[in-house]
Protein backbone atom coordinates (compact mmCIF):
# COMPACT_ATOMS: atom_id res chain seq x y z
CA UNK A 1 0.00 0.00 0.00
CA UNK A 2 1.73 3.39 -1.37
CA UNK A 3 1.97 6.15 1.33
CA UNK A 4 -1.85 8.48 0.66
CA UNK A 5 -0.62 11.78 1.49
CA UNK A 6 3.37 11.97 0.65
CA UNK A 7 4.58 14.99 -1.73
CA UNK A 8 3.62 18.74 -1.80
CA UNK A 9 1.68 19.98 -4.84
CA UNK A 10 0.02 23.02 -6.20
CA UNK A 11 2.27 24.98 -8.25
CA UNK A 12 4.77 26.87 -5.85
CA UNK A 13 5.37 30.53 -6.39
CA UNK A 14 9.03 31.60 -5.95
CA UNK A 15 9.87 35.55 -6.41
CA UNK A 16 13.71 36.33 -5.13
CA UNK A 17 16.30 38.11 -5.72
CA UNK A 18 15.29 40.33 -9.51
CA UNK A 19 18.31 40.46 -11.27
CA UNK A 20 19.05 44.44 -12.06
CA UNK A 21 17.80 45.59 -15.34
CA UNK A 22 17.41 49.19 -16.97
CA UNK A 23 14.91 47.54 -20.16
CA UNK A 24 14.57 43.80 -19.94
CA UNK A 25 15.88 41.00 -19.44
CA UNK A 26 15.66 36.98 -20.02
CA UNK A 27 16.82 34.06 -18.37
CA UNK A 28 16.67 30.67 -17.07
CA UNK A 29 16.23 29.37 -13.32
CA UNK A 30 16.31 25.53 -11.83
CA UNK A 31 14.64 25.70 -8.70
CA UNK A 32 15.02 22.54 -6.47
CA UNK A 33 13.31 21.04 -4.17
CA UNK A 34 12.89 17.54 -1.77
CA UNK A 35 10.04 16.50 0.72
CA UNK A 36 10.33 12.57 2.72
CA UNK A 37 6.81 11.94 4.02
CA UNK A 38 6.56 8.50 6.94
CA UNK A 39 3.18 7.83 7.73
CA UNK A 40 3.00 8.19 11.53
CA UNK A 41 0.59 5.20 12.25
CA UNK A 42 2.72 3.12 10.02
CA UNK A 43 6.27 3.77 8.85
CA UNK A 44 6.40 0.67 6.60
CA UNK A 45 4.49 3.76 4.73
CA UNK A 46 7.01 6.68 3.15
CA UNK A 47 7.71 8.06 -0.03
CA UNK A 48 10.50 10.41 -0.79
CA UNK A 49 9.51 13.12 -3.51
CA UNK A 50 11.66 15.17 -6.03
CA UNK A 51 10.58 18.55 -7.46
CA UNK A 52 13.05 20.08 -10.35
CA UNK A 53 11.40 23.10 -11.77
CA UNK A 54 13.16 24.69 -15.00
CA UNK A 55 11.89 28.05 -15.29
CA UNK A 56 11.67 30.24 -18.36
CA UNK A 57 11.46 34.09 -17.19
CA UNK A 58 11.98 37.68 -18.16
CA UNK A 59 10.77 41.02 -17.00
CA UNK A 60 10.13 44.35 -19.38
CA UNK A 61 10.54 47.53 -17.73
CA UNK A 62 7.48 50.10 -19.15
CA UNK A 63 8.14 53.34 -19.11
CA UNK A 64 9.31 54.96 -15.63
CA UNK A 65 7.00 53.18 -13.80
CA UNK A 66 5.40 50.04 -15.13
CA UNK A 67 7.21 46.51 -15.18
CA UNK A 68 5.91 43.03 -16.91
CA UNK A 69 7.22 40.20 -15.62
CA UNK A 70 6.85 36.14 -16.89
CA UNK A 71 7.44 33.07 -15.51
CA UNK A 72 6.81 29.50 -18.04
CA UNK A 73 8.28 26.73 -15.80
CA UNK A 74 9.32 22.99 -16.76
CA UNK A 75 8.26 20.48 -14.22
CA UNK A 76 10.33 16.92 -13.55
CA UNK A 77 8.95 15.44 -10.82
CA UNK A 78 9.63 12.16 -9.15
CA UNK A 79 8.69 9.96 -6.52
CA UNK A 80 9.62 6.96 -5.08
CA UNK A 81 7.94 5.10 -2.09
CA UNK A 82 7.39 2.10 -0.49
CA UNK A 83 5.04 0.88 -3.91
CA UNK A 84 7.99 1.51 -6.08
CA UNK A 85 8.40 4.71 -7.81
CA UNK A 86 6.94 7.13 -10.86
CA UNK A 87 7.59 10.39 -12.27
CA UNK A 88 6.08 12.81 -14.45
CA UNK A 89 7.20 15.95 -16.60
CA UNK A 90 5.91 18.73 -18.70
CA UNK A 91 5.36 22.30 -18.75
CA UNK A 92 3.69 23.95 -15.77
CA UNK A 93 1.40 26.82 -15.14
CA UNK A 94 2.43 30.05 -16.89
CA UNK A 95 2.59 33.02 -14.29
CA UNK A 96 2.23 37.24 -15.66
CA UNK A 97 2.67 39.44 -13.55
CA UNK A 98 2.15 43.39 -13.55
CA UNK A 99 3.76 45.89 -10.99
CA UNK A 100 3.61 49.51 -10.10
CA UNK A 101 6.69 51.25 -9.07
CA UNK A 102 4.79 54.01 -6.22
CA UNK A 103 7.97 54.84 -4.88
CA UNK A 104 11.65 55.37 -5.75
CA UNK A 105 13.49 58.15 -3.90
CA UNK A 106 17.68 58.84 -3.25
CA UNK A 107 19.57 61.34 -0.96
CA UNK A 108 22.46 61.90 0.50
CA UNK A 109 22.99 62.44 4.59
CA UNK A 110 24.99 64.68 6.21
CA UNK A 111 27.46 61.30 6.57
CA UNK A 112 28.09 60.77 2.98
CA UNK A 113 25.87 57.65 2.86
CA UNK A 114 23.02 57.30 0.04
CA UNK A 115 20.11 55.45 0.78
CA UNK A 116 17.63 54.37 -1.87
CA UNK A 117 14.49 52.68 -1.59
CA UNK A 118 12.21 51.22 -4.38
CA UNK A 119 8.36 49.94 -3.86
CA UNK A 120 6.61 47.97 -6.49
CA UNK A 121 3.17 46.29 -6.24
CA UNK A 122 0.89 44.95 -8.43
CA UNK A 123 -0.45 41.61 -9.44
CA UNK A 124 -1.02 38.65 -12.07
CA UNK A 125 -2.70 35.83 -13.08
CA UNK A 126 -1.97 32.26 -13.30
CA UNK A 127 -2.66 30.42 -16.48
CA UNK A 128 -4.00 26.55 -16.37
CA UNK A 129 -1.24 25.48 -18.70
CA UNK A 130 -0.09 22.78 -16.81
CA UNK A 131 -1.79 18.96 -17.07
CA UNK A 132 -4.05 17.91 -14.42
CA UNK A 133 -5.36 14.66 -14.99
CA UNK A 134 -7.31 12.69 -12.35
CA UNK A 135 -10.78 11.29 -11.50
CA UNK A 136 -11.88 12.31 -8.70
CA UNK A 137 -14.98 10.64 -8.27
CA UNK A 138 -12.32 7.48 -7.56
CA UNK A 139 -12.01 6.11 -4.54
CA UNK A 140 -8.70 5.07 -5.13
CA UNK A 141 -7.49 8.77 -6.21
CA UNK A 142 -5.63 10.02 -2.66
CA UNK A 143 -3.32 13.62 -1.69
CA UNK A 144 -0.50 11.92 -3.68
CA UNK A 145 -2.13 11.49 -6.51
CA UNK A 146 -3.09 15.01 -6.36
CA UNK A 147 0.30 16.42 -5.37
CA UNK A 148 2.35 14.83 -8.14
CA UNK A 149 -0.10 16.78 -11.04
CA UNK A 150 2.19 19.27 -13.29
CA UNK A 151 -0.65 22.09 -13.03
CA UNK A 152 -3.36 23.06 -10.78
CA UNK A 153 -6.29 22.77 -13.87
CA UNK A 154 -7.20 26.52 -12.44
CA UNK A 155 -6.69 29.94 -13.16
CA UNK A 156 -5.65 31.78 -10.23
CA UNK A 157 -4.76 35.44 -9.42
CA UNK A 158 -1.51 36.80 -7.54
CA UNK A 159 -1.19 40.00 -5.32
CA UNK A 160 2.37 41.15 -4.80
CA UNK A 161 4.80 44.06 -3.41
CA UNK A 162 8.88 44.13 -3.95
CA UNK A 163 10.48 46.57 -1.31
CA UNK A 164 14.52 47.57 -1.88
CA UNK A 165 16.27 49.35 0.83
CA UNK A 166 19.84 49.85 -0.05
CA UNK A 167 22.42 52.47 2.70
CA UNK A 168 25.82 52.20 0.32
CA UNK A 169 26.46 48.68 -0.56
CA UNK A 170 24.07 47.19 2.00
CA UNK A 171 20.97 46.61 0.82
CA UNK A 172 17.61 44.48 2.23
CA UNK A 173 14.96 43.64 -0.11
CA UNK A 174 11.86 42.67 1.01
CA UNK A 175 8.89 40.84 -1.01
CA UNK A 176 5.56 39.37 -0.37
CA UNK A 177 3.51 37.08 -2.97
CA UNK A 178 -0.38 35.99 -2.42
CA UNK A 179 -1.61 33.50 -4.58
CA UNK A 180 -5.64 33.17 -4.72
CA UNK A 181 -6.49 29.91 -6.01
CA UNK A 182 -10.43 29.34 -7.53
CA UNK A 183 -11.49 25.94 -8.43
CA UNK A 184 -10.79 23.79 -11.52
CA UNK A 185 -13.10 22.37 -13.80
CA UNK A 186 -13.06 18.96 -11.36
CA UNK A 187 -13.95 20.59 -8.07
CA UNK A 188 -10.87 20.51 -6.46
CA UNK A 189 -9.49 23.84 -5.02
CA UNK A 190 -5.67 24.36 -4.09
CA UNK A 191 -5.20 26.07 -0.69
CA UNK A 192 -4.65 29.68 -0.96
CA UNK A 193 -0.61 30.53 -0.89
CA UNK A 194 1.34 33.16 0.86
CA UNK A 195 5.17 33.15 0.94
CA UNK A 196 7.56 36.32 1.59
CA UNK A 197 10.81 36.53 2.50
CA UNK A 198 13.40 39.48 3.80
CA UNK A 199 17.07 39.04 2.41
CA UNK A 200 20.37 40.86 3.43
CA UNK A 201 22.96 41.73 0.84
CA UNK A 202 26.01 43.39 0.48
CA UNK A 203 27.41 44.76 -3.03
CA UNK A 204 31.28 43.97 -3.61
CA UNK A 205 32.92 45.35 -6.90
CA UNK A 206 35.94 44.19 -8.50
CA UNK A 207 37.26 44.90 -11.98
CA UNK A 208 33.47 45.54 -13.28
CA UNK A 209 32.07 42.51 -11.36
CA UNK A 210 29.28 42.95 -9.11
CA UNK A 211 29.40 40.19 -6.03
CA UNK A 212 26.56 40.22 -3.86
CA UNK A 213 26.32 37.83 -1.06
CA UNK A 214 23.05 37.34 0.70
CA UNK A 215 20.81 35.53 3.53
CA UNK A 216 18.19 36.02 5.41
CA UNK A 217 14.54 33.92 5.62
CA UNK A 218 11.61 32.70 3.78
CA UNK A 219 8.16 31.68 4.80
CA UNK A 220 5.40 29.80 3.30
CA UNK A 221 2.17 29.29 4.00
CA UNK A 222 -0.52 27.11 2.38
CA UNK A 223 -3.93 26.83 3.30
CA UNK A 224 -5.83 23.52 2.81
CA UNK A 225 -7.05 22.38 -0.44
CA UNK A 226 -11.13 22.23 -0.81
CA UNK A 227 -12.76 19.40 -2.92
CA UNK A 228 -16.50 19.91 -3.78
CA UNK A 229 -16.78 22.97 -0.92
CA UNK A 230 -15.09 20.36 1.81
CA UNK A 231 -11.70 20.34 3.51
CA UNK A 232 -9.14 17.92 2.43
CA UNK A 233 -7.45 15.94 4.82
CA UNK A 234 -3.77 16.18 5.39
CA UNK A 235 -3.43 19.36 3.44
CA UNK A 236 -1.97 22.66 3.94
CA UNK A 237 0.90 24.06 5.87
CA UNK A 238 3.92 26.04 6.87
CA UNK A 239 7.76 26.22 7.05
CA UNK A 240 9.73 28.75 7.61
CA UNK A 241 13.04 28.14 6.15
CA UNK A 242 16.98 30.26 5.77
CA UNK A 243 18.24 30.82 3.19
CA UNK A 244 21.61 32.28 2.20
CA UNK A 245 23.23 32.56 -1.71
CA UNK A 246 25.12 35.00 -3.74
CA UNK A 247 24.42 36.99 -7.23
CA UNK A 248 27.11 37.90 -9.52
CA UNK A 249 27.22 40.33 -12.54
CA UNK A 250 29.22 41.32 -15.59
CA UNK A 251 27.83 44.10 -17.85
CA UNK A 252 24.82 42.02 -19.05
CA UNK A 253 25.11 38.63 -17.61
CA UNK A 254 23.82 37.86 -14.42
CA UNK A 255 23.91 34.29 -12.55
CA UNK A 256 23.07 33.74 -8.76
CA UNK A 257 22.55 30.55 -6.87
CA UNK A 258 20.93 30.01 -3.23
CA UNK A 259 20.03 27.08 -1.01
CA UNK A 260 17.24 26.83 2.08
CA UNK A 261 17.26 24.82 5.00
CA UNK A 262 14.12 24.65 6.94
CA UNK A 263 14.13 26.04 10.50
CA UNK A 264 10.59 25.76 11.86
CA UNK A 265 7.74 23.56 9.27
CA UNK A 266 4.21 21.42 9.74
CA UNK A 267 2.91 19.68 7.21
CA UNK A 268 0.51 16.58 6.92
CA UNK A 269 0.78 17.25 11.26
CA UNK A 270 4.16 16.73 11.35
CA UNK A 271 4.34 13.58 8.71
CA UNK A 272 5.89 15.19 6.26
CA UNK A 273 8.85 17.55 6.15
CA UNK A 274 10.71 19.71 3.85
CA UNK A 275 14.48 18.12 3.34
CA UNK A 276 16.00 20.77 1.21
CA UNK A 277 15.56 23.62 -1.74
CA UNK A 278 17.49 25.20 -3.72
CA UNK A 279 17.77 27.50 -6.72
CA UNK A 280 20.25 29.07 -9.58
CA UNK A 281 19.82 31.08 -12.71
CA UNK A 282 21.02 32.97 -15.37
CA UNK A 283 19.82 35.73 -17.44
CA UNK A 284 20.41 38.34 -19.69
CA UNK A 285 19.41 42.01 -19.73
CA UNK A 286 19.47 44.12 -23.22
Not at 59 to 70: E, S, T
Not at 134 to 154: C, F, K, M
Not at 212 to 219: D, E, K, L
Amino acid sequence: MACDICGCGGSNIYMGLLPNFKNKFIGVRYRYSEFHTTLAGDPTQFSHNYYNTFELWSGWNIGKRWQVLAFVPYYSNRQMDDDGSSSKNGLGDITLLVNYQLLHSRKSTASANTIEQILWIGGGIKLPTGSFKLDLRDSNTTVADINAQIGTGSTDFLVNLMHDLRINMFGINTSVTYKINTANSSGYRYGNKLMANVIGYYRLRFAGIAVSPNAGVIFENTEANHYADAKVQYTGGHVLSAVAGVEVSYDRIAIGFNVQHALAQDYAGGQTKMQFRGMAHISFAF
